[in-house]
């Protein structure tokens, strides 16, 4: 699907939007296949004076071992009926599956970076990864560990630097 080059703020509400369903982190593995999976957390906005997406991602998932190698990611927004695609990509691992074949995913080659983009999305963020951090456990306020790091597996931050952003003409972010 045809789509051009937007500012990367111009559809920051129809992004955050879709957070709770899931969006799309897409990379290479370490043998340039592409693999993606749904992320609910994240946050968009301006660091070290440069626009980021920043991603929180668990040090088990395949997606983790796929930027380690990459050092780039795309944020897609899901199209309206992609629902089904985004939970099973939420849902199993590239290390069992091939994600854009079983979902029937179109890989969009993107400009700034190595890894692709999902053609079906509304939206894409292309995004270099300028810094990484680990959570710090004993940095958490109580409430928020006993909450989501019972098992540990802690989620590493990335700091993607946003370099393109394109979207479907005519995109509104509305169903
Ligand atoms: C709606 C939704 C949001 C999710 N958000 C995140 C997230 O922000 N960070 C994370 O590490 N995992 C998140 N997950 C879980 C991963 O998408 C899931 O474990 C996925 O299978 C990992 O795939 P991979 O092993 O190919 O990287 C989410 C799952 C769903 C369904």
Redesign the pocket.
């Known amino acids: 699907m045809p789509k051009i080059e937007v500012a990367w703020d111009e559809y920051l509400n129809e992004t955050t939007d879709r957070l709770p369903?899931?969006l799309l982190l897409t990379s290479l593995d370490p043998e340039g296949k592409p693999?993606t999976?749904?992320?609910?957390?994240?946050s968009i906005g301006i660091v070290w004076s440069r626009p980021m997406f920043i991603?929180?991602?668990?040090h088990s998932?395949?997606?983790?071992e796929?930027i380690e190698a990459t050092g780039d990611f795309t944020v897609n927004v899901p199209a309206p009926g992609m629902a089904e695609a985004?939970?099973f990509?939420?849902?199993?691992?590239?290390?069992d599956h091939d994600?854009f074949a079983e979902c029937g995913l179109t890989v969009g080659q993107s400009q700034t970076i190595t890894s692709p983009y999902i053609d079906e999305c509304e939206l894409v963020y292309e995004c270099k990864v300028v810094q990484h951090t680990d959570v710090v456990p004993e940095n958490f306020a109580p409430e928020i560990i006993d909450q989501f790091y019972a098992g540990g597996d802690f989620?590493r931050i990335y700091f993607g630097q946003i370099l393109r952003t394109i979207a479907e003409e005519g995109f509104t972010g509305r169903d």
């Not at 999976?37 to 994240?42: E, K, L, N, P």
């Not at 990509?89 to 290390?95: L, P, Q, T």
């Open positions: 369903d899931g693999n999976m749904a992320i609910g957390w994240a991603v929180l991602v668990r998932r395949y997606t983790y796929c985004v939970n990509c939420g849902s199993v691992s590239g290390r994600k989620h």
